[in-house]
């Protein structure tokens, strides 16, 4: 089984407002996955109908070879999520958070925790609402990853995270991958995804505009124009034949011009703003 | 499943005995009260007895509350009545949107448990608190007639519980839909219901075209008077009251299973 997700024409309204519309996309094995968009853009939407918190109106999510409708229970087992909030019961500790979760899952997964609460340097003692964001990501991180999932589904996961502690996140991430999990990355921190993904979609107002390699959404046929000519200074991004470009500017009196491969962010902002490109 | 089922044990435990020690408290003091007051009581019973309607209503025309056992179950009755059935809707009212509104279902639903059983463990939770906070309160009643070197009533007092529970759980079970439907107000909206069913008991106790619906209300059947006389309570009571708890529970499953998981 090479898609470990498979999403297939989702389209999700809430009432008359936008969720998501027509998203198909696929995840590998093995793969660490970047899943873009700036806020609204539908990446909660998708990833909530994923795991069955939503109903979605059309459109078809296999994860693990299992659909995510009829067998949502069976799914769950082999996935761990992380949601951007990392909210728990405010009176429980920290440790009987953790080990709910793995009874909830039928599991000890006590070795795992105690790893994991080391590396990340988790204090079990303390109880949840004495904890600050950054301390409930990272419980959030151990009742994701004790029961070594076979996918790993993370919504902005490290916001409030200190940077060792990314670090850590990421090469722990990294770990299980190379054990053969694999990881979908939400997030709008593009440097991370530039770090760590190996592909990456990018959502915008509800749809997904383009899914590709990293590699490929930075050196893509598409390319920063920076022109100053006739008086005038432009900014664009263009993707065709570079020879139609060429044509088009020989009739201009060029001051300045600067032709290179998008950033991430450029890609990005982009797509995001839905910007100006020349074919 | 188990697992959440001892977590919201764990979690109410606290809640649970401070309402189980507030009614059964009160109901002990009132117990104890009875000697204090007995004279007087003797003096009150007979024109409380021949006060019409409202006699009917608070049960008064049925016993005497000059005896423990007329005074505990017009006096106690009520408390119990009254405290019991906004125990049971303040607690199953919160029971499934508390996930909800501490944003604390993304972390339970990212679990591999189905919404049905989730229900049904939060179900068995109230449940088992109900019991837990009658026998409680049971204990506090039983007490009470021991420091007064009473005979306890026990068969009165055994049907008199089962009934309040029996009622409990019909008023949890309606609030428990409205934990599962409602998005705002959810526990003002079930201590309304519980207020309006006992409200709808004495109002048909006293409005006598009213009388052939009483069964339609759980405190037709769990009405401490006309338990402690011996007296049948209406036909059809206790059908009525097994089919709103199926049938709210059912609703409760179809709508909470349907539902988005709000972010």
């Given at each position: 089984m090479d898609n470990v997700i498979r999403i297939q024409n989702l389209t999700k309204h809430y009432g008359k407002k936008r969720?998501?519309?027509d998203v198909s996309f696929d995840v590998n094995k093995g793969e660490i996955f970047g899943f873009i968009g700036p806020n609204g853009a539908g990446k909660s939407t998708t990833i909530r109908s994923m795991l069955g918190f939503i109903r979605f109106e059309s459109g078809s999510i296999k994860i693990l070879g299992m659909?995510?409708?009829?067998?949502h229970e069976k799914i769950l087992k082999s996935v761990g999520y992380m949601p951007?909030?990392?909210?728990?019961?405010?009176?429980?500790?920290v440790s009987d958070v953790i080990k709910y979760a793995a009874d909830v899952r039928g599991m000890d997964c006590s070795d795992e925790a105690a790893k994991l609460c080391e590396r990340l340097q988790v204090?079990?003692?303390?109880?949840?609402?004495?904890?600050?964001l950054g301390n409930r990501k990272k419980v959030s991180i151990v009742c994701a990853m004790q029961h070594k999932p076979e996918l790993f589904i993370f919504d902005?996961?490290?916001?409030?995270?200190d940077p060792l502690v990314q670090n850590t996140f990421f090469e722990l991430i990294k770990e299980y991958v190379n054990e053969g999990a694999t990881c979908l990355l939400s997030t709008h921190i593009l440097p991370e995804v530039r770090k760590h993904c190996d592909r990456a979609a990018i959502m915008r107002e509800g749809r997904l505009i383009k899914t590709d390699t990293v590699e490929n959404l930075i050196h893509s046929a598409a390319k920063y124009i920076k022109l100053t000519a006739d008086g005038k200074t432009e900014e664009y991004m263009f993707s065709g034949d570079i020879n139609d470009l060429i044509r088009e500017l020989s009739g201009k009196h060029i001051e300045n011009i600067s032709i290179e491969d998008p950033s991430l962010e450029d890609m990005f902002m982009h797509f995001y703003e839905g910007g100006k490109e020349r074919v | 499943m188990t697992a959440i089922i001892k977590q919201e044990l764990k979690l109410n435990l606290k809640s649970m005995l401070i309402w189980a020690l507030t009614v059964g408290g009160l109901g002990f003091i009132c117990i104890l009260m009875y000697t204090s007051m007995e004279g007087e009581v003797m003096e009150m019973a007979d024109s409380f007895s021949q006060m019409g309607a409202f006699s009917d209503a608070f049960g008064m025309s049925t016993l005497s509350i000059a005896t423990i056992a007329g005074f505990f179950a017009t006096e106690v009755g009520t408390v119990h009545g009254l405290g019991s059935a906004m125990f049971a809707a303040f607690f199953a009212s919160s029971m499934l949107s508390k996930e909800e509104d501490g944003h604390t279902g993304e972390f339970l639903f990212s679990l591999p448990v189905s919404r049905g059983k989730v229900i049904a463990a939060k179900g068995m939770a109230i449940l088992t608190h109900l019991v837990l906070f009658t026998l409680i309160c049971g204990i506090f009643y039983v007490m009470g007639f021991a420091a007064l070197g009473e005979e306890v009533p026990g068969e009165e007092m055994a049907r008199f519980l089962s009934c309040m529970l029996l009622m409990n759980v019909e008023i949890a079970a309606l609030s428990y839909l409205v934990s599962a439907t409602?998005?705002?107000t959810r526990m003002g909206l079930a201590l309304g219901i519980s207020l309006i069913i006992y409200t709808y008991d004495i109002l048909g106790r006293v409005v006598p075209s009213m009388k052939d619906y009483l069964?339609?209300?759980?405190f037709s059947y769990a009405n401490a008077s006309e338990i402690f006389a011996h007296i049948d309570a209406p036909d059809h009571s206790f059908v009525t009251s097994v089919l709103v708890t199926v049938l709210a529970t059912i609703c409760t499953f179809a709508a909470y299973t349907r539902k988005d998981l709000a972010s």
């Open positions: 969720g998501v519309e659909n995510a409708v009829s067998e951007s909030e990392a909210l728990f019961y405010p009176a429980m500790k204090d079990t003692s303390r109880k949840i609402r004495e904890l600050s902005e996961p490290t916001g409030g995270l | 409602s998005s705002k069964f339609i209300g759980p």
